[in-house]
């Protein structure tokens, strides 16, 4: 008798971990398409200097959190942008904010300081609602010359700006480095399991201000918090915390918007088929061929002389063929 009860208690925490873990998620209120960071145009990728060029998406705002402590526009908000290429998430950040209270390396909780955060969670498929492999919190704080949290990435794999006494407050630019995100022993190739498929991304940005309200700049006082998806939509009036910190459910969805480095070709016009295809694809050109298969990132990574191609050595994901004017997009399974 005392085993069964013993197991059904076992049973009872086991269907507790589970429901915890993986319970429907909140439905997102906000979602955004993330442009890619080149285009037909020949835009280049943002350079990190403070300047937010047009490629950057549009300026996304942030809904205050306990607001008790918000004194209006002029104490704090925070925006941003981003954009993406298959190697860096592309972030500009623009903070509103009255009283500098800097973090410095480690003294104090660098999150009751002057900060910005961005939450990721590449496979939302899963409805966790815990954080994953490939699930990240990323802290960007006020005067640092690096993130604070790097993720799964070395610092030296970011590339940063930082001004923390911009007019009226701070801006900062990073390049997050995707490998940050993905899973430990992940390369930046592996990105292209995310691109040009339509996938939803978890996605939440968040800023934090401290006004040192005790007056000793080494404790930090958090008074107030923003951030891009509510985390309960049908409580507008309670809006106390956000807990992007250790609940996925609550982030936002983002797509990424389809990523061609070649930019010029924008049209199938050279059939091939299977497509996807998994060991050999045949395009429709007769004569003497030579075919140029490019990956979606640009790279040349075969040349063919025949109609029909073993591509068994290629990787899943997106590719260009190119052969006298025509083009071929094709996907490998």
């Not at 037909?40 to 942030?62: F, H, I, L, W």
């Not at 990073?174 to 899973?183: K, M, Y």
């Not at 996938?199 to 080494?218: K, L, T, V």
Request: aromatic share 12%; proline share 4%.
């Amino acid at each position: 008798m005392k085993k069964q009860l013993l197991n059904l208690c076992f049973v009872a925490v086991a269907l507790a971990m589970y429901v915890a873990t993986y319970a429907t998620p909140v439905a997102p209120v906000r979602t955004m398409e993330i442009p890619a960071a080149t285009d037909a145009n020949g835009a280049a990728a943002p350079a990190m200097d403070g300047v937010a060029e047009p490629v950057y998406g549009e300026v996304q705002s942030t809904e205050i959190f306990n607001p008790t402590g918000w004194d209006g526009e002029s104490d704090f908000t925070a925006v941003f942008q981003v954009c993406y290429d298959p190697t860096y998430l592309y972030l500009f950040a623009n903070i509103t904010d009255d009283v500098d209270h800097s973090y410095e390396w480690n003294v104090g909780n660098s999150w009751e300081f002057d900060n910005l955060e961005v939450f990721l969670m590449l496979d939302t498929n899963t409805v966790t609602t815990s954080y994953g492999p490939t699930t990240v919190q990323l802290r960007v704080c006020r005067n640092l010359d690096s993130v604070e949290t790097a993720g799964r990435a070395p610092r030296a794999d970011y590339v940063y700006y930082m001004e923390g006494a911009a007019a009226g407050g701070w801006l900062t630019e990073v390049a997050i480095p995707w490998t940050a995100v993905l899973a430990d022993g992940a390369v930046p190739e592996d990105m292209m399991d995310y691109i040009n498929t339509g996938i939803s991304i978890g996605f939440d940005f968040a800023g934090a201000d401290s006004d040192n309200s005790d007056g000793d700049a080494a404790v930090g006082n958090r008074d107030v918090q923003s951030a891009w998806d509510s985390d309960d939509p049908s409580d507008a009036d309670d809006r106390t915390e956000d807990l992007a910190w250790n609940n996925t459910s609550v982030f936002g969805y983002v797509t990424l918007a389809t990523y061609d480095a070649l930019g010029t070709v924008t049209e199938n016009t050279m059939a091939a088929y299977p497509n996807p295809a998994t060991d050999e694809i045949t395009f429709d050109v007769e004569g003497n061929v030579s075919i140029e298969i490019y990956s979606i990132t640009g790279s040349l990574v075969m040349v063919a002389n025949t109609a029909t191609v073993d591509i068994s050595s290629l990787n899943s994901g997106m590719y260009i063929a190119e052969f006298n004017g025509q083009s071929a997009r094709f996907a490998v399974k």
